[in-house]
């Protein structure tokens, strides 16, 4: 965790402040960006970094639930993805286009709404309190190394769905029946997964590895420099499983072998990867990935991703390494935790390029 101190201190209150984001900044109609978003990069800056497009596992999901067969070349497929690249696409998944499509056009609706009604879900607070919609501009604003070139709500619709009341009237709708339709292809996943590593298919829903739903929206605008700062820094998810929805745009890249890999966006496919808190469970067996956003000058670049995790909620389930998967060989690599403390030290740390998962590991 990193404590800005002095004129950086003071110059993220001020940005967070105004409640307005990114976009705030670009529609003022800025040429350069603000001192608080340029990255100090560790590495070479993604400008000068050598990327290519890695080949990602597509997976074709139709049929596998009615046809043997099917499902076990499906499982075949999905292990296979995990221990090649941690990352695959599943296309013939269920969810109709037109529902990714409105998905991607309610996130642009809700940021480019008025300012004044978008302020009223302005927040910092995540735990169970206050609006069931948090906005806000960096989740760790104040505590992250860098400031970064997006904007994103969040929004826990499992396992208690907020009120359609609760919801923003210009993306209400869509963000009810699309974590719906989420949650039946997670829990179908969840079955791959269990079969995959040599479990019954229902072993992975039974823990309650479906129990919760984040659902976050986020929006990169345009950036004047987008050589000198990120949308996303290279970080690995904080939850048993992630659903991306991503638009036409492009930017996400994955670390492959020491290399950064371009995903290219591929319509109506839905982009799957492991959270550092499956690898937990898993005890190594299935693996989290890094990976990042790029800024881009051709923006806004819309995506929405779906965590399978309760967060922040209250939560007395103590997960540690499945009993199953362990042996004399494979003993237990990691401590028992709650979702809800792994989630908060991984809010506190922010996106600072370590694994949370060091912070358990026994």
Not at 9 to 23: C, R, S
Not at 55 to 69: L, M, N, W, Y
Not at 281 to 287: A, V
Not at 326 to 343: A, C, Q
Request: with cysteine; proline share 7%; hydrophobic share 35%.
């Amino acid at each position: 965790m990193v404590s800005p101190s002095g004129e950086r201190l003071a110059q993220l209150k001020a940005f967070d402040e105004t409640k307005t984001g990114v976009k705030g900044l670009v529609d003022t109609g800025i040429t350069t960006i603000p001192s608080i978003f340029i990255h100090n990069f560790d590495e070479p800056p993604p400008s000068k970094t050598k990327t290519s497009t890695i080949s990602v596992p597509t997976i074709d999901f139709a049929g596998f639930e009615t046809d043997p067969k099917r499902r076990a070349d499906t499982v075949k497929q999905v292990q296979d993805a995990i221990q090649t690249c941690g990352f695959f696409q599943v296309v013939n998944h269920g969810i109709p286009l037109s529902v990714l499509e409105d998905m991607l056009d309610g996130v642009r609706r809700f940021f480019e709404q008025d300012d004044d009604v978008k302020k009223g879900y302005y927040s910092r607070d995540y735990s169970a309190s206050g609006t069931k919609l948090k906005y806000n501009s960096n989740f760790d604003l104040f505590s992250g190394k860098s400031t970064n070139w997006r904007d994103s709500f969040s929004c826990l619709m499992a396992p208690t769905p907020p009120k359609p009341e609760d919801l923003p009237t210009v993306c209400r709708e869509i963000l009810m029946e699309y974590s719906n339709e989420v949650m039946k292809l997670g829990k179908a996943i969840f079955e791959l997964f269990s079969e995959a590593l040599g479990l019954k298919p229902s072993y992975l829903n039974d823990i309650h590895c479906t129990e919760g739903l984040q659902i976050l929206g986020h929006y990169y605008p345009a950036c004047p420099q987008p050589e000198l700062t990120m949308g996303t820094p290279q970080h690995a998810d904080n939850d048993f499983l992630t659903i991306l929805l991503q638009d036409h745009i492009g930017g996400l890249q994955i670390r492959h072998d020491d290399q950064w890999f371009d995903i290219p966006p591929s319509p109506g496919a839905l982009v799957v990867n492991i959270g550092d808190f499956l690898q937990l469970i898993t005890n190594d067996k299935f693996k989290s990935v890094e990976h990042r956003v790029l800024a881009n000058s051709k923006g806004p670049r819309i995506s929405v991703a779906c965590f399978f995790t309760t967060g922040m909620q209250p939560t007395t389930r103590v997960y540690g390494p499945i009993k199953e998967l362990l042996s004399d060989s494979n003993p237990e690599r990691y401590r028992e935790t709650t979702v809800k403390d792994f989630s908060a030290f991984f809010l506190n740390k922010g996106l600072d390029g370590t694994s949370a998962l060091q912070h358990y590991r026994l």
